[in-house]
C-alpha cells in the first residue's frame, strides 16, 4: 500500500522562511522570559529572601576552596588592576611623547572612570558570576530539576532567574568600588612608582579632572550592564539542553551573547550620557 | 583543613603539567591535521560574528572618549592617532582573545569535559592514542591560528568603523583622520 505524499510547494522557500520565523520566535521567546524575570523579581524579594541571601554570599566571595584564590571580588579587582596599570604606561608614554606626561593623573581619572572599568566589569561578570549562572542553571534544566521545580509548586523563573538578577545587583555594588579603587590605584602606583612621575603631580591633576558626575554615571552604566549579563546568562541556563555537553555550549553562546550586548550597551549609555559634545571641560 | 590547601595548589600544577606536555606534544609527529582543520574552521565560524559586533562598539566608544578630549584641546585632527593606538595596540588584541576564548575555547572545553565523563578519553588511552596528542594539540594550534587571522580582521574592522563614526558623527575631516592613522604606522 503505498500513497504517494504531494511534496510542499516551494520547498526551498518554505525551508528558509521556516528558519527566519524560528529566529524571530526565539528573539520573540527571549523577550518573554526577561519581562517575566524581570516583573517576578518583587516575588523573589519577598518570597524567596534565603535563597538570594545564598546566592549573593556565592557570587561575591566564592564558596570553599574557590573563596581563596578566586571569588568575583578578587578576580574583577586583579583584571582592573592590570588595566589600570595599562592606562598608565599607554597614558604616559603617549603623553610623554608631545610632552604633556604631567596629565597622566588626568588621564586615570578620565579613561578610568568612563571607558575602562564599565568595559572590563562588563567582560568579568559575564566571565565569573554570569557563567556561574548559566552552568548551574543549566545543570539543574539537565538534571530536571527545574521541572521539579515547577511540581512542587515554586515558580522556576523567579526562583531562579530573578533572584540570581537581584543578587548580581546587590554584589555589584561593592564589586565596582573595588575595581574602581584598584584601577585608580593601579594607575596611580604605574606612573609614580614605575614612571618615577611626582606623586603631587599626579594627585594634582587626578583630583582635578575626577568628576563625581561621571563616577555615579560609570556606576550606574555597570549596574545596568550587571542586569542585561544576568538576564542572558540566566536565558540561555534555563534553556540548556543537550546533555553536559549542551550545558558548556550554553555557557559559551551566553558568554559571547552578554560579551556583544555589554558592548553595544556600553556605547548606547555613554552616548546617551555624555552626548556629542561630552560634557567635559579641560578649562574648567 | 591541608586538602582545602592543597587543592589549588595541585590544580595549578596539573595546569602546567599539560600545558608542557602539550608544547612538547607540538613538535613531535603526527599531527592529527584533520582534526587541526575542523576545529580551526570551527573556531573561525562561531567567532567571526561576535568579534566584529564586539570591536565596533569598542573601537567606536574609545574614538569617541578620545575625540571629545583631543577637540576639547583643540586637536581633531590627531583623532586617527588615538583611533589606530586604541584599536590596533588595545582593543584588538583584547576583543580576539576575548572572542576566541568565549565563543571557541568554552566550546572545546564543554566537549573535552564530556568525553572525560563519557569515559571516551579512557578508551583512547587503552587503544594506546595519546589524547593530548590528538585532541589537545590540534585545538591548540586550531586557536592560534585562528586568533592570528581574527586579530587582522578586527583591526581592519576598528579602524575602518572608528573612520566612518570620527568622519560622519564627529565632523572630524578624513584625510586628517587617515593621514594620522597613516603615520602612526609609518616604519621609521
Given at each position: 500500500?503505498?500513497?504517494?505524499?504531494?511534496?510542499?510547494?516551494?520547498?526551498?522557500l518554505g525551508?528558509?522562511?521556516?528558519?527566519?520565523?524560528?529566529?524571530?520566535?526565539?528573539?520573540?521567546?527571549?523577550?518573554?522570559?526577561?519581562?517575566?524575570?524581570?516583573?517576578?523579581?518583587?516575588?523573589?524579594?519577598?518570597?524567596?529572601?534565603?535563597?538570594?541571601?545564598?546566592?549573593?554570599?556565592?557570587?561575591?566571595?566564592?564558596?570553599?576552596?574557590?573563596?581563596?584564590?578566586?571569588?568575583?571580588?578578587?578576580?574583577?579587582?586583579?583584571?582592573?588592576?592590570?588595566?589600570?596599570?595599562?592606562?598608565?604606561?599607554?597614558g604616559y608614554n603617549q603623553l610623554a611623547s608631545v610632552g604633556i606626561e604631567?596629565?597622566?593623573?588626568?588621564?586615570?581619572?578620565?579613561?578610568?572612570?568612563?571607558?575602562?572599568?564599565?568595559?572590563?566589569?562588563?567582560?568579568?561578570?559575564?566571565?565569573?558570576?554570569?557563567?556561574?549562572?548559566?552552568?548551574?542553571?543549566?545543570?539543574?534544566?539537565?538534571?530536571?530539576?527545574?521541572?521539579?521545580?515547577?511540581?512542587?509548586?515554586?515558580?522556576?523563573?523567579?526562583?531562579?532567574?530573578?533572584?540570581?538578577?537581584?543578587?548580581?545587583?546587590?554584589?555589584?555594588?561593592?564589586?565596582?568600588?573595588?575595581?574602581?579603587?584598584?584601577?585608580?590605584?593601579?594607575?596611580?602606583?604605574?606612573?609614580?612608582?614605575?614612571?618615577?612621575?611626582?606623586?603631587?603631580?599626579?594627585?594634582?591633576?587626578f583630583n582635578t579632572f575626577l568628576s563625581p558626575r561621571d563616577l555615579i554615571w560609570s556606576f550606574l552604566q555597570v549596574v545596568a550592564i550587571t542586569v542585561v549579563v544576568m538576564l542572558v546568562h540566566t536565558y540561555y541556563g534555563y534553556t540548556a539542553s543537550g546533555g553536559p555537553a549542551g550545558v558548556g555550549e550554553a555557557v559559551g553562546r551566553a558568554v559571547r551573547t552578554s560579551m556583544v550586548v555589554a558592548a553595544v550597551e556600553i556605547v548606547m549609555i555613554t552616548l546617551a550620557v555624555y552626548g556629542q559634545s561630552g560634557n567635559f571641560h579641560l578649562a574648567g | 583543613m591541608t586538602l582545602a590547601v592543597t587543592k589549588p595548589v595541585r590544580a595549578v600544577g596539573g595546569f602546567?603539567?599539560?600545558?608542557?606536555?602539550?608544547?612538547?606534544?607540538?613538535?613531535?609527529?603526527?599531527?592529527?591535521?584533520?582534526?587541526?582543520?575542523?576545529?580551526?574552521?570551527?573556531?573561525?565560524?562561531?567567532?567571526?560574528?561576535?568579534?566584529?559586533?564586539?570591536?565596533?562598539?569598542?573601537?567606536?566608544?574609545?574614538?569617541?572618549?578620545?575625540?571629545?578630549?583631543?577637540?576639547?584641546?583643540?586637536?581633531?585632527?590627531?583623532?586617527?592617532?588615538?583611533?589606530?593606538?586604541?584599536?590596533?595596540?588595545?582593543?584588538?588584541?583584547?576583543?580576539?582573545v576575548l572572542v576566541v576564548a568565549g565563543a571557541g575555547s568554552t566550546a572545546m572545553c564543554a566537549d573535552l569535559g564530556a568525553r572525560t565523563i563519557r569515559e571516551e578519553l579512557d578508551a583512547m588511552r587503552v587503544l594506546g592514542i595519546n589524547p593530548i596528542q590528538r585532541l589537545v594539540v590540534p585545538r591548540v594550534l586550531a586557536a592560534t591560528t585562528i586568533a592570528l587571522a581574527l586579530e587582522s580582521a578586527v583591526t581592519v574592522v576598528g579602524l575602518v568603523g572608528a573612520f566612518f563614526f570620527t568622519v560622519y558623527i564627529q565632523h572630524v575631516s578624513a584625510g586628517a583622520f587617515v593621514t594620522a592613522v597613516g603615520i602612526q604606522f609609518t616604519v621609521s
Open positions: 500500500m503505498t500513497h504517494s505524499v504531494a511534496s510542499a510547494l516551494h520547498p526551498r525551508r528558509a522562511f521556516e528558519s527566519v520565523a524560528h529566529e524571530w520566535n526565539r528573539v520573540g521567546s527571549q523577550m518573554r522570559f526577561y519581562s517575566t524575570t524581570l516583573g517576578s523579581i518583587p516575588d523573589a524579594v519577598i518570597n524567596y529572601r534565603t535563597e538570594m541571601l545564598r546566592l549573593i554570599a556565592q557570587m561575591g566571595l566564592g564558596v570553599a576552596a574557590l573563596a581563596m584564590i578566586g571569588g568575583t571580588v578578587v578576580i574583577v579587582g586583579f583584571l582592573t588592576m592590570t588595566t589600570g596599570a595599562l592606562v598608565a604606561v599607554q604631567a596629565l597622566t593623573g588626568f588621564a586615570s581619572s578620565y579613561f578610568n572612570v568612563r571607558l575602562i572599568v564599565p568595559g572590563t566589569a562588563s567582560v568579568a561578570l559575564s566571565a565569573t558570576i554570569g557563567a556561574g549562572a548559566t552552568a548551574q542553571m543549566g545543570a539543574m534544566r539537565i538534571n530536571e530539576e527545574i521541572d521539579a521545580l515547577e511540581v512542587i509548586g515554586i515558580r522556576s523563573v523567579s526562583y531562579l532567574a530573578s533572584t540570581r538578577v537581584v543578587a548580581g545587583i546587590v554584589v555589584v555594588i561593592p564589586l565596582y568600588c573595588v575595581a574602581i579603587m584598584m584601577a585608580f590605584l593601579a594607575s596611580r602606583a604605574g606612573t609614580t612608582a614605575i614612571y618615577g612621575q611626582g606623586s603631587g603631580v599626579y594627585d594634582h591633576y | 602546567f603539567a599539560m600545558s608542557l606536555d602539550t608544547f612538547v606534544l607540538i613538535f613531535k609527529p603526527p599531527l592529527a591535521w584533520r582534526e587541526y582543520l575542523l576545529q580551526s574552521w570551527f573556531v573561525a565560524r562561531v567567532s567571526m560574528l561576535p568579534a566584529l559586533m564586539m570591536t565596533l562598539p569598542y573601537s567606536v566608544i574609545l574614538t569617541f572618549i578620545f575625540n571629545i578630549l583631543l577637540t576639547e584641546i583643540g586637536a581633531g585632527d590627531f583623532s586617527g592617532t588615538g583611533a589606530a593606538i586604541g584599536t590596533v595596540n588595545q582593543i584588538a588584541p583584547i576583543v580576539t
